[in-house]
């Protein structure tokens, strides 16, 4: 069952499951204001990702629901999640028009990350990976968001314009023609 390629459920999957329920998870804890365990569970998702490529290769599971169920984790746990996170922190302390076009920003990343993936999946095939990436991966983008978190934590970066601003340009990166190394 676990090592079935055509069992929904095999090995591989449920570790995808897992990242999804992390990312989920850590949603609810930015909500209510714990950042901490959030990352914690932002950290979890990652090493499953990367986890359940792995499983998949070695043990010759990977399959069309498998890219696509990867790519829903990757949207929750790598482009929701994190700017979820990243907003919520620098919108602590404003409100009104600011409020508003700032969480435009995050909305118009969020579209970049969905439209990246779906672009991923439809050049994709079971199995091959890629020497390169075509602009920057979903995981890469939530890790930059993670740093610019970092920053404006830190009163490094203070400005949530500034901020904005580079979460926009990250959101411009997700699409580019950047060629990024795949590890």
Same mark, same amino acid.
């Given at each position: ?24 998870? !850590? =949603?609810?804890?930015? &909500?209510? *204001?714990?950042?901490?365990?959030? %990352?914690? +569970?932002?950290? #979890? ?43 919520? !922190? =620098?919108?602590?302390? &404003?409100? *009104?028009?600011?409020?508003?076009? %700032?969480? +435009?920003?995050? #909305? ?61 340009? #990250? ?13």
């Amino acid at each position: 069952m676990l090592f079935d390629k055509n069992n929904r459920f095999n090995l591989a999957n449920l570790i995808t499951f897992g990242n999804i329920a992390s990312g989920l998870i !850590a =949603i609810h804890f930015i &909500v209510h *204001g714990d950042f901490f365990t959030a %990352i914690i +569970l932002a950290w #979890i998702a990652g090493a499953l990702d990367i986890a359940d490529g792995k499983v998949a290769r070695k043990y010759n599971l990977s399959t069309e629901f498998g890219i696509q169920v990867d790519s829903y984790a990757d949207f929750i746990s790598f482009v929701v999640m994190p700017s979820f996170l990243l907003y919520y !922190a =620098i919108t602590a302390e &404003v409100s *009104g028009t600011t409020e508003l076009i %700032i969480g +435009l920003v995050f #909305i118009g990343y969020i579209i970049s990350g969905l439209r990246r993936l779906i672009e991923f999946n439809l050049k994709s095939e079971e199995g091959e990976v890629a020497k390169f990436f075509e602009g920057v991966p979903t995981p890469l983008g939530a890790i930059l968001q993670w740093v610019l978190y970092l920053l404006f934590s830190y009163n490094i970066i203070s400005n949530p314009w500034i901020i904005a601003l580079l979460v926009a340009v #990250i959101a411009w990166s997700l699409n580019s023609k950047l060629k990024i190394p795949h590890p």
